[in-house]
């Protein structure tokens, strides 16, 4: 069984910082993708950023040049530095975790808060 435990959420000025974590425990292959999303109150989730085992990365285009995703494999953490914080940044984030062999199994995180406001 494979758990993600996310961190690093919390209310910021516009303009502001702020990096998310997400460490995964479990059976962690060594070739997967990890992802980061959000959904923002009465809208639909959606795809923020990725990073693959190999560490090609992409990114939505609302959010690129403002957010950098990482990875650090030897403590299966994934994170999400974002930088100039715009209040329709405002949402709740999930990491997800892509993997398998054969088939492919998707793991999300709980959530954690972000809210960009003055």
């Known amino acids: 069984q494979v758990q993600l435990v996310e961190s690093g959420g919390g209310l910021v000025q516009p303009g502001g910082s702020l990096r998310l974590s997400c460490a995964a425990s479990g059976s962690i292959f060594s070739i997967n993708t990890w992802g980061w999303y959000r959904q923002a109150p009465g809208k639909q989730r959606e795809w923020v950023a990725a990073?693959?085992?190999?560490?090609?990365?992409n990114y939505a285009d609302s959010v690129k040049g403002r957010f950098t995703i990482s990875r650090d494999n030897a403590k299966n953490t994934v994170y999400l530095q974002m930088n100039s914080l715009k209040p329709e940044d405002t949402a709740v984030y999930y990491c997800?975790?892509?993997?398998?062999?054969?088939?492919?199994?998707?793991?999300w995180g709980q959530g954690t808060q972000v809210t960009v406001s003055s």
């Open positions: 997800n975790l892509r993997q398998g062999i054969g088939r492919t199994y998707i793991y």
């Open positions: 990073i693959t085992s190999g560490g090609s990365t």
